[in-house]
């Protein structure tokens, strides 16, 4: 199934595409009149992508949609009120082909506590149909354009005030198909960045709001692929087959960052840069701006994890800028030798449930957070946040980095653990008999009950003396400057 097929209608709208060429302009996708009866749009969530449209006449085509202001989750553990077009973040994906009348129909959920518009990038005329779109709670606006160009669009809610509304997840993507159909491929996957602003640190749990002074200063909290933190990944991975090829849509909503989109361990076969018509070929990262979108493919030789990024890469993995696709199928040894590449560049994510982590929290916020759910929690913060230097099984590597498995300096202060966590650890020390002189650095991405959990967990494994350390011993020690360091004075 991987071929690329012709369709049968390609030729006669290609004719069409040729005559209206000589008009010149956004009228060239002009094909006249709809034809036939009018036809409701498939709209499809992320990551689902509708349908090929294997027409070859311009039609009347009624899309419905409606707005949806909830709250869902962003990160384990952590809520949001997101506004969404369809209930989603990125909104209903429409797919509609160059000439066709679109009817479009707005609704706002009569729960909604804002009115909103959209403004779709592939329509032409002032304000991209959001003049024409304003709607308050409980009502519905109707307006009718022609899709004069192809290529992919990004559509956002454009009510003041315009950013807040797009950090709260009010875009999504309107591909205008090509006359003759885009080449077939075996997979279609919508993808969308999108960065957020919330009041609390990244991952800190609970009910987060939405800050608009780090969205003025343009410093987000998370930046994401479909408005949550592993939307993609573990069970919700992308997926495909080895010798197939696939297709990906990818927007960024924005409101602030320009999106490096890259594959790790793939090279996109082809992208159209900026959703425009002239390919681009063998190209590692493609720059998507805020309010762009670009459509890239490649073809899948090796299995394994290949994970998407924003390759400023500190928001992959500070702020949740990460997906995979999982391609399953035999070696082939040849391209490439093997071995999973998960443990390197998955972190914590490799371990797709932190279902521990959020029980944790909540058990924390109702005052019931016992010291097994601490371990717990603690046990998949350590994979991927400590792991990387003292090892999975706490050993350590000799001469570089010291074992916390049965530690004899931190069975002397079992407490200073939360110290060294939060400041970082430099200078001669001796770890059962063994002298280290090196540089652990602050693990300053942590929360307080983050240190907290990873703290108890590490006392109570590998033969450790025990004992429990909480939020609010973490939270002191933050405030104090580090221990190692005041010894010195
Ligand atoms: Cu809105």
């Not at 006669?12 to 709809?34: E, H, L, Q, R, Y």
């Not at 192809?150 to 950090?167: D, F, K, L, N, R």
């Not at 970082?424 to 942590?446: A, C, D, F, R, W």
Request: aromatic share 8%.
């Amino acid at each position: 199934m991987a071929g690329c097929t012709s369709r049968g209608s390609a030729i006669a709208s290609a004719d069409a595409a040729t005559a209206a060429t000589a008009s010149g302009g956004s009228a060239k996708g002009d094909f006249g009149p709809p034809q036939g009866e009018p036809i409701h749009a498939v709209l499809t969530s992320p990551p689902n992508v509708p349908p090929p449209i294997h027409r070859d006449k311009p039609a009347k085509v009624i899309v419905e949609l409606e707005v949806v202001e909830k709250e869902m989750s962003i990160s384990e553990g952590v809520t949001y009120t997101f506004w969404t077009f369809g209930g989603t973040v990125p909104g209903s994906f429409i797919r509609v082909r160059q000439g066709d009348t679109v009817e479009f129909h707005l609704k706002n959920a009569p729960d909604s506590k804002m009115p909103h518009n959209i403004d779709l990038h592939g329509v032409t005329g002032p304000g991209g149909g959001a003049a024409s779109s304003f709607t308050a709670p409980g009502h519905q606006s109707q307006f009718t354009f022609k899709a004069l160009n192809q290529g992919i669009y990004v559509y956002h809610c454009a009510t003041a005030p315009v950013g807040m509304h797009v950090a709260n997840g009010m875009y999504g993507l309107i591909l205008v198909e090509p006359p003759e159909g885009l080449s077939k491929v075996d997979h279609e996957y919508y993808v969308m960045q999108g960065d957020f602003y919330t009041a609390g640190k990244y991952r800190e749990k609970g009910h987060q709001p939405f800050d608009m002074e780090k969205a003025i200063d343009e410093k987000p909290t998370y930046v994401l692929f479909n408005g949550a933190e592993g939307s993609l990944t573990g069970e919700k991975a992308l997926m495909a087959k080895t010798n197939e090829t696939v297709r990906m849509f990818v927007g960024n909503g924005g409101p602030n960052l320009v999106s490096s989109f890259h594959v790790i361990g793939e090279i996109f076969d082809k992208v159209q840069p900026e959703g425009g018509t002239h390919p681009q070929e063998n190209v590692q990262t493609t720059l998507i701006p805020a309010g762009g979108a670009a459509i890239v493919e490649f073809h899948t030789e090796v299995p394994g994890s290949y994970v998407l990024v924003d390759h400023s890469i500190f928001r992959a993995f500070n702020k949740g800028a990460l997906a995979i696709l999982k391609v399953e199928g035999p070696e082939d040894k040849a391209i490439y030798s093997g071995k999973e590449v998960d443990s390197v560049y998955l972190s914590d994510r490799s371990e797709p449930n932190l279902k521990a982590v959020s029980t944790a929290a909540q058990a924390h916020a109702s005052g019931k957070l016992t010291k097994e759910e601490q371990i717990a929690a603690g046990k998949q913060l350590f994979t991927g946040t400590c792991s990387v230097c003292h090892q999975p099984n706490g050993e350590g590597l000799p001469a570089v980095f010291p074992p916390l498995a049965k530690s004899d300096l931190l069975a002397a202060t079992p407490q200073r653990i939360a110290d060294i966590v939060t400041h970082g650890l430099s200078g001669k020390i001796t770890v059962n008999g063994k002298e280290y002189n090196s540089v652990m650095p602050p693990m300053g991405q942590l929360t307080d009950d983050e240190v907290a959990n990873i703290s108890t967990y590490v006392l109570n494994s590998w033969g450790n003396p025990g004992g429990q350390v909480n939020k609010e011993d973490v939270a002191k020690v933050r405030a104090n400057p580090p221990a190692a360091k005041a010894a010195e004075h």
